[in-house]
């Protein structure tokens, strides 16, 4: 199990004392939480001289949904973005940019607290961050190859680095990437699976609306598209995730060459309620009102000593 | 003197309160080729002579002028394989501080963290100082900044200095032509001359390096027609 060498914030990285245990509990009878096909849609297409990519923007923790416009496209090089599925997706709804400045343990407790299944955030939030943290370390690899080739990133290398970290995870980091970018030897177009295989296609879909917007794309790609079909297709196939699946919702961002967010918002808020959401004092009743002055409680000293250096 | 039998252990004070093993460091940084920075009002240059053994080395091979960030370069003076391994540092070190700020990181953070590797180096068993004398150039939220770090970890922060072979002249002359509000164009062209001043044989676009770091915050480093132009310019 060879890590290419990027030292991982304080001690240890991914710890599976947790895996232990739950074996255990397991064992007593416990049953085990089923793991979301967590709520996502993410698609890639290869058209004429390019890639676009395309993801919709809800993030769920469970029935609820906990982000309805959070970024599924992240950053890898100016020339490669990568989608993220189930684990990277939700990531960014509980912790956001936290993953990276807390520690590991402090963040356990934190993302217990919002989650109202404890067992669940211990496992499962636990290695989404994991997740996050496996993408910008990828990002960060490919910057200081930059520096030290002098040239421009290529897709296979971003490939390559990101399967090697899943696998030797061993599949639980939970993140199921759509790569894509262009590079000098042309447009390149990538699935990784959590366990560490990939696939390379013309067009690709992952996430729990994958099927939807594969039948979009089964029925409508063809070879040689120009940008504009191809970004129309993408959106047709991310809206399609969007309105039949319940893990997917909200908005539609793509990229091509430039990060277009929220490049399509179907689902508007349109009820504004009129009257606003503030009430007056007299909503409420006052039946009862009754003050405690704090000093009859607290003794207060005038003056005393200034505090020691 | 008895510094002579404290002479080989690194990590042995001499009588004279000297880290012998330091200074002679520093003599092999004062043996390598001259490099010189300025820091201009708005921005800074760092060039280099690049001498090569032989002409038959192919000169667009060697890169003295390095860059650690978008926004930071770096140019070195003694043993250019200990300064790949500073610059291989360097830049991890700026990409760690990157991932967990989220912020660029600062020039005098960079300065600071390559010092004290420099330092780590000086007080281990086993392994000995670097062998060069680093001048690193950035631009950040603070303006153009130019600081020098030395093989004992300690670092400056100049407004022109010189290292190398020729430093005293180079030094005499900057401290005559220096001028804080110099242009950069100007500084390239006080850098130019500096160099020309010790320099053996015919200066041309191919035997030296400049890199050059203005407002725009980008370091770039200049192709051997750009500096044969301001070679023109200031001939």
């Keep these: ?309 | 003197m008895g510094d002579s039998q404290y002479s080989f252990s690194l990590t042995t004070f001499s009588p004279s309160g000297k880290l012998v093993q330091i200074e002679h460091a520093l003599t092999a940084v004062g043996s390598g080729q001259t490099s010189l920075g300025i820091k201009a009002a708005n921005g800074v240059v760092i060039a280099t002579e690049k001498k090569l053994p032989s002409i038959l080395v192919d000169e667009t091979s060697v890169q003295k002028i390095q860059i650690l960030t978008p926004n930071i370069g770096v140019v070195y003076s003694g043993m250019g394989p200990d300064s790949r391994v500073l610059v291989r540092k360097s830049r991890k070190q700026a990409e760690q501080y990157f991932r967990l700020y989220k912020e660029p990181i600062p020039v005098t953070q960079l300065v600071r963290e390559t010092a004290t590797v420099m330092q780590e180096f000086t007080q281990s068993g086993g392994v000995r100082p670097f062998g060069v004398s680093l001048l690193v150039a950035g631009y950040d939220d603070k303006g153009p900044q130019l600081y020098q770090v030395d093989p004992s970890g300690s670092y400056f922060s100049w407004k022109a200095s010189a290292m190398g072979k020729n430093v005293s002249n180079a030094k005499t002359f900057l401290e005559k032509r220096y001028d804080e509000e110099t242009e950069l164009d100007d500084a390239v062209h006080t850098a130019i001359l500096t160099l020309k001043e010790g320099f053996e044989g015919q200066i041309s676009g191919k035997n030296i390096e400049i890199g050059v770091i203005d407002n725009d915050k980008i370091f770039r480093i200049l192709t051997p027609s750009e500096i044969e132009d301001y070679l023109n310019e200031v001939a």
Excluded at chain 1, 73 to 93: F, K, L, Q, R, S
Excluded at chain 1, 105 to 113: H, K, R, W
């Design chain 1, 1 to 309: 199990m060879s890590k290419i060498a990027e030292s991982v914030p304080p001690k240890g990285g991914f710890s599976f004392d947790l895996c232990k245990r739950n074996e255990m509990l397991v064992q007593k009878g416990l049953k085990q939480p089923s793991f979301l096909k967590t709520g996502t849609t993410i698609v890639g297409l290869v058209f004429k001289d390019g890639v676009i990519l395309g993801a919709d923007t809800r993030a769920t923790e469970g029935p609820i949904v906990a982000d309805k416009n959070c970024e599924k496209i992240h950053y890898m090089a100016p020339n490669i973005y990568c989608c993220g599925a189930g684990t990277a997706a939700d990531t960014e709804a509980v912790t956001g940019i936290i993953t990276l400045i807390l520690s590991h343990v402090v963040l356990i407790a934190i993302t217990s607290a919002l989650c109202y299944c404890f067992w669940y955030a211990c496992n499962l939030f636990y290695l989404f961050n994991v997740a996050m943290l496996s993408l910008d370390m990828v990002s960060s690899q490919l910057k200081l190859h930059r520096f030290h080739t002098g040239r421009d990133s290529r897709v296979v290398t971003a490939l390559t680095l990101l399967k090697s970290h899943l696998f030797s995870y061993q599949g639980h980091v939970s993140a199921a990437l759509v790569l894509g970018g262009v590079d000098v030897t042309g447009p390149h177009l990538h699935t990784i699976y959590p366990h560490g295989s990939t696939d390379t296609l013309p067009f690709a879909t992952m996430g729990s609306g994958s099927l939807a917007a594969m039948a979009v794309f089964e029925s409508k790609y063809r070879e040689g598209l120009s940008r504009d079909e191809g970004v129309t297709l993408v959106a047709e196939a991310i809206c399609s995730g969007i309105f039949n699946d319940l893990g997917s919702g909200s908005n539609v961002d793509i990229w091509e060459k430039e990060y277009l967010r929220n490049y399509m918002l179907p689902n508007p808020r349109t009820y504004v309620s009129e009257k606003g959401y503030s009430f007056s004092k007299k909503t409420a009743e006052v039946l009862l009102t009754k003050i405690t002055p704090l000093r009859e409680l607290v003794e207060v000293i005038e003056g005393g000593d200034a505090m020691e250096e």
